[in-house]
């Protein structure tokens, strides 16, 4: 799977956008994107995913550059119970795999 | 939510005993993995299975072990347990193995080994 880098923390105004970036400049073309975060102590929670088009689902959008090197998570009105860790993930798009996560970005949504 | 339950949510046990985790799911789904999260490593995995008596080594793997008997029972045990795995433990099913399916976390196990 392919390494991802992302800043380890940023913060956010509580009702603005949040857009947290990804890098993963060796994605394979059968690699997805995958989002997810952690709150706490509690187990991770998944997102959205993409391969190649940009995504939206009732959490967030996921904005994928052209040539699929990098990534943005974008919070469309942050709120404080949006404070966590968050995970950006490639992933293979065949046979048994599994989630290779790295550090993450911790969000803090300041009041 | 999904329905995974971890079991137990808690546990201290001495060094060198035993102990066996386990991971229950109500979705059928076919793929489960168990992770370790330790602070400054994120989430790391220790073994999974893709299907009942099918288990693969994860990145982590040495000093644990698993059995997958059933489609809803995914079980972690450590042989003899050592200090160093202190841990919490995540239990993680997906219906596909395959890049389009999420996974679905439990809520953790936390161990201490004394």
């Known amino acids: 799977d392919a390494k991802t880098t992302q800043p380890p923390s940023m913060d956010c105004a509580e009702g603005r956008a949040a857009n947290l970036p990804c890098n993963h400049s060796t994605i394979s073309g059968n690699e997805y994107v995958y989002w997810y975060r952690q709150i706490h102590s509690q187990g991770p929670q998944y997102i959205i995913h993409g391969l190649k088009n940009n995504e939206t689902n009732e959490m967030a959008s996921l904005i994928i550059t052209e040539d699929r090197k990098s990534s943005t998570l974008i919070l469309p009105h942050a709120t404080l119970r949006d404070t966590a860790v968050y995970y950006c993930?490639?992933?293979?798009?065949?046979?048994?795999?599994?989630?290779?996560f790295g550090t993450g970005t911790r969000l803090t949504v300041i009041p | 939510d999904a329905g995974i339950t971890q079991s137990p949510r808690h546990k201290v046990t001495e060094t060198g005993t035993p102990v066996t985790l386990r991971c229950h799911q109500t979705e059928n789904h076919r793929y489960m993995y168990w992770y370790r999260q330790d602070p400054g490593h994120g989430l790391r995995l220790i073994h999974y299975s893709y299907g009942v008596k099918d288990t693969d080594k994860g990145e982590v793997s040495d000093g644990y072990s698993v059995s997958r008997s059933k489609t809803e029972d995914f079980l972690l045990t450590l042989e003899s347990a050592t200090s160093s795995q202190t841990s919490v433990y995540f239990c993680a099913i997906s219906e596909s193995g395959t890049g389009r399916g999420e996974a679905f976390f439990g809520q953790g196990t936390r161990l201490t080994v004394v």
């Open positions: 993930i490639v992933r293979v798009g065949t046979g048994a795999n599994n989630l290779f």
